[in-house]
């Protein structure tokens, strides 16, 4: 599919560092994308900024407070026909241990390692871009 066309929606997903690993979290089983390890975050409202939306998901899925960074990346995929824009930024939380209100697990993982996660198809095109590989390369299935 091209992508010449405008996004329909934008979503933000968070780079939220412990050294080299990144924060990852998994999704329940069953609904959406269900059991896919992800970079949280979420959707833009309408009228908002991305990097603020980002700060509302990371307290409504986290309950961490986060100073959003710079934009480090993005991606662009087709989810239920719509076509999205995935802005990943850097970002910083408190030192402490994340509250998980919508997923089931999370960890920290090098970006070859989440690569070899079952990760949602645009975090695995975000992270395949911020690693130099190909973004629509194979998403990666694994464990």
């Not at 990144?22 to 991305?50: I, T």
């Not at 991606?75 to 719509?82: C, D, L, M, P």
């Not at 999370?106 to 695995?124: H, I, K």
């Amino acid at each position: 599919m091209s992508f010449s066309s405008e996004p329909t929606r934008v979503s933000t997903a968070a780079l939220i560092r412990r050294g080299d690993r990144l924060l990852l979290v998994r999704r329940a089983a069953g609904g959406d994308l269900g059991e896919c390890w992800e970079l949280p975050g979420g959707k833009v409202d309408p009228g908002e900024h991305p990097a603020q939306a980002l700060k509302r998901e990371l307290e409504e899925e986290l309950g961490v407070d986060a100073a959003v960074g710079e934009s480090v990346g993005e991606a662009r995929f087709v989810h239920r026909g719509e076509l999205y824009h995935l802005i990943g930024y850097e970002v910083v939380v408190a030192h402490r241990e994340v509250e998980l209100r919508e997923h089931e697990a999370y960890g920290y993982y090098t970006v070859s390692e989440a690569l070899n996660l079952r990760l949602a198809p645009s975090d695995g095109a975000l992270l395949r871009s911020l690693k130099g590989e190909d973004p629509n390369g194979d998403p990666a299935a694994g464990g």
